[in-house]
């Protein structure tokens, strides 16, 4: 999990991800309109990321880097998962209506909270608490419901899979951030990842999409398209590694549920398109189910001060109480950064 203390400040790092992710639909249905394919939109954003993230991260954060490269192995799976989750998402998007894409793949958040209750203590804790539970599936409902009443269109098999296929392959990759991140630069790693994704899609702009479609681009859509990678992909993929080090897993990938109600409301005053008072309502039940995780989360927090604040009283000074504080800080969120 992540910090000792259940603050507000814990979780700037996963909203403002949220909030940028929330663009992400939009951004892919505007560029359709201008005749791109998924495979040279998701090439140049990735592009862009490598080169903006990359040469601010060898100017600020140089030793950082040199210290992941030294082992990039991990790193280069997380590449090959991002890369295969984008393309299929991207492509999928560009199949179906928005809302409907967004309920797909919010089938993430269940298989990342699954995978990381089976393979880390820390979260188990969390994840087998009956708030945490009571509020995913809270959250879960509301955000069902907004899709089902928001959805409109018809979906092919195609899309489905490609969906699914998206929901899967990132589902995966939340897991590794987690497992890997604990002693790396999360602005290093993302260099690795984008630049990874970069070589990756390469082949695929190269056969199936447009690489010279930048030289005969109109100005506004192109800028949106080289701009959007470091700002949507680079900068929010940071921002969730730092959340999973302060939130744990469990949260973080809960948190993005939020996704889809914030798409929503950028189209309102974007597209014209005003909340019904049923979507409204299923945003309230959404909002109250991510906070009965907040809560839960905040529980398990004082409860381990609780524990600790009478074991270092009862046993004073000297190495004996350093050894019974040293091994529970082992289990605190603050330890996995």
């Not at 599936?137 to 899979?161: D, K, M, N, Q």
């Not at 497992?179 to 190269?206: E, M, N, Q, R, Y």
């Not at 005969?216 to 949106?224: C, F, N, R, S």
């Not at 469990?250 to 929503?264: D, E, G, H, R």
Request: aromatic content about 10%; some cysteine; charged content about 15%.
């Amino acid at each position: 999990m992540g910090s000792r203390a259940n603050t507000l400040s814990d979780y700037v790092p996963i909203l403002t991800a949220v909030g940028m992710w929330g663009w992400g639909t939009p951004l892919y249905k505007y560029m359709q309109a201008y005749g791109i394919d998924p495979y040279t939109l998701v090439f140049y954003r990735v592009l862009s990321t490598t080169v903006v993230l990359g040469g601010w991260v060898c100017w600020k954060r140089g030793p950082a880097l040199r210290t992941t490269l030294r082992k990039p192995w991990p790193f280069l799976l997380m590449g090959v998962l991002f890369a295969g989750g984008l393309v299929a998402f991207t492509a999928g998007t560009y199949e179906t209506t928005a809302t409907l894409g967004m309920l797909i793949t919010r089938a993430i958040p269940l298989i990342a909270i699954t995978l990381s209750a089976i393979l880390f203590p820390d979260e188990r804790e969390l994840v087998r608490r009956p708030g945490f539970q009571a509020g995913f599936v809270l959250a879960v409902v509301g955000l069902v419901g907004l899709c089902l009443v928001r959805g409109s269109g018809e979906i092919s098999r195609h899309s489905i899979l490609l969906l699914m296929a998206t929901a899967g392959l990132w589902g995966c990759y939340s897991p590794c951030a987690k497992a890997w991140l604990k002693k790396h630069d999360a602005f290093a790693v993302s260099t690795i990842v984008f630049g990874l994704s970069t070589l990756l899609t390469l082949p695929l702009v190269w056969y199936w999409g447009h690489l010279g479609w930048v030289t005969d681009a109109p100005l506004v859509p192109l800028l949106a398209m080289l701009a959007s990678g470091p700002v949507l992909m680079g900068f929010t993929e940071a921002m969730f590694y730092v959340s999973v080090g302060r939130l744990g897993l469990a949260p973080s990938t809960a948190m993005t549920l939020l996704v889809p109600p914030v798409t929503l409301l950028y189209a309102w005053p974007l597209l014209g398109e005003t909340p019904t008072p049923e979507l409204l309502a299923l945003g309230a039940v959404l909002l109250g189910g991510l906070g009965l995780i907040v809560r839960s989360r905040g529980k398990l927090l004082e409860e381990k001060g609780a524990v600790m604040e009478p074991v270092t009283a009862r046993e004073g000074g000297g190495a004996a109480t350093a050894g019974v504080v040293e091994r529970e800080l082992k289990d605190l969120p603050h330890a996995e950064r």
